[in-house]
C-alpha cells in the first residue's frame, strides 16, 4: 500500500519554529512533484509550497513566502517543510501530497497521493 507519512508537527508559541517531513513508503517518488497542503478548521485544504521533481523548482503561497522552505532529499525520498516565524494563523493540519508531474501544481484536486496529516498549533 502505497503511503506517505508525516512527522514533525506539534505545538509552539508565535515566533517558533517546526520542521515537517514527508517520506513515502511502498514505493518511490523520485519522479514525482510533491506539495505541503493545510487546512484549518472550518477552512478549506490550501497550497502552501511545493516542490518540482529534480528539486529546484519551489513555489510558495503568498502568506508563507520568507518564512517558509520545502526542499527534497531524494536519497531517502524525503521531503521538508521548514517553518519558521510562526504565527497563530498558521495553525492548521498540514498533508503532503504526490503527483506525477515535473512541477507542482497549486490545486489539491490534482494530487494522487496524500499522507495523514500532522497537526500544527502556533499559539500567541
Known amino acids: 500500500q502505497v503511503q506517505l507519512v508525516e512527522s514533525g508537527g506539534g505545538l509552539v508559541q508565535a515566533g517558533g519554529s517546526l520542521r515537517l517531513s514527508c517520506a513515502p513508503s511502498g514505493r518511490t517518488f523520485r519522479n514525482y512533484a510533491m506539495g505541503w497542503f493545510r487546512q484549518a478548521s472550518g477552512k478549506e485544504r490550501e497550497f502552501v509550497a511545493g516542490v518540482g521533481w529534480n528539486g529546484i523548482n519551489t513555489y510558495y503561497a503568498e502568506s508563507v513566502k520568507g518564512r517558509f522552505t520545502i526542499s527534497r532529499d531524494n536519497a531517502p525520498n524525503t521531503v521538508f517543510l521548514q517553518m519558521n516565524s510562526l504565527k497563530p494563523e498558521d495553525t492548521a493540519v498540514y498533508y503532503c501530497?504526490?503527483?506525477?508531474?515535473?512541477?507542482?501544481?497549486?490545486?489539491?484536486?490534482?494530487?494522487?497521493?496524500w499522507g495523514q496529516g500532522t497537526q500544527v498549533t502556533v499559539s500567541s
Open positions: 501530497a504526490a503527483v506525477p508531474r515535473r512541477l507542482p501544481p497549486a490545486s489539491a484536486n490534482e494530487y494522487d497521493y
